[in-house]
């Protein structure tokens, strides 16, 4: 797992990085809000940021702010650390799009626990990813026949959509994954099948006679 750290301050700083590769993830360093946002929008961003809330350039709350409202880090998992600790600087935080909230100095056990549970978040969005992914896949491939289908008691033709007659095997064909191979049911074998076989047989004998 790649986790992006935002901080200014170098000790905080390296406070994070050296605690975050001792939990073995890797570490994705910048110094203040819009380097970061840069990072996020990188090809393979991380997945996990912790940005702090005051930075120069662009704050955190800004940071998460665009991330919302950009589709390729809209399922970034943000943790915002900060000094402030009023509830209304957590409501601000969470309004603004962190998904969580630390106040500083930060202890490093609330840390770690609070990085397993966004990591178990970004796990489940993925695996509900790849199952909508697939059902799309599924659902792709499959069509469906629905509704009232008119048909003709004789021949068996199907009036389509457009008000035109059309033989079973094609309207069912285009309007399903069936296909159809053709063959004789022992009925009919008996009643078309026998007599025609009987006529071509009489007919080759009168054309030798």
């Known amino acids: 797992m790649r986790i992006l750290i935002a901080e ?24 203040d809000g819009k380097a970061a946002w840069q990072v996020l929008q990188g090809k393979d961003s991380p997945k996990l940021a912790i940005l702090d809330w005051m930075m120069p350039g662009m704050e955190g709350v800004e940071v998460c702010r665009k991330a919302r409202n950009s589709d390729s880090t809209k399922t970034t998992y943000i943790i915002l650390i900060t000094a402030k600790g009023s509830k209304e600087d957590i409501v601000e935080g969470l309004q603004a799009g962190a998904d969580d909230y630390l106040t500083k100095p930060i202890n490093s056990k609330e840390l770690q626990a609070r990085l ?21 896949e599924a659902l792709s491939h499959i ?9 003709c008691s004789y021949c068996k033709k199907i009036r389509n959509d457009q008000n035109y007659w059309e033989q079973m095997e094609g309207y069912i064909t285009k309007h399903s994954e069936a296909v159809f191979s053709h063959s004789i049911c022992p009925e009919c074998y ?8 009987k006529q071509y047989k009489m007919t080759q004998k009168a054309q030798r006679d």
């Open 8 to 31: 200014d301050d170098p000790t905080s700083r390296k406070v994070l990085e050296t605690l975050l590769i001792k939990w073995g993830y890797d570490v994705v360093i910048t110094c």
């Open 116 to 136: 397993q549970v966004g990591i178990r978040i970004l796990e489940l969005q993925k695996t509900v990813a790849d199952r909508v992914t697939e059902l799309e």
């Open 143 to 151: 069509k469906t026949l629905q509704g009232l289908l008119p048909i």
């Open 190 to 197: 008996e009643k078309y099948a026998k007599s025609q076989l």
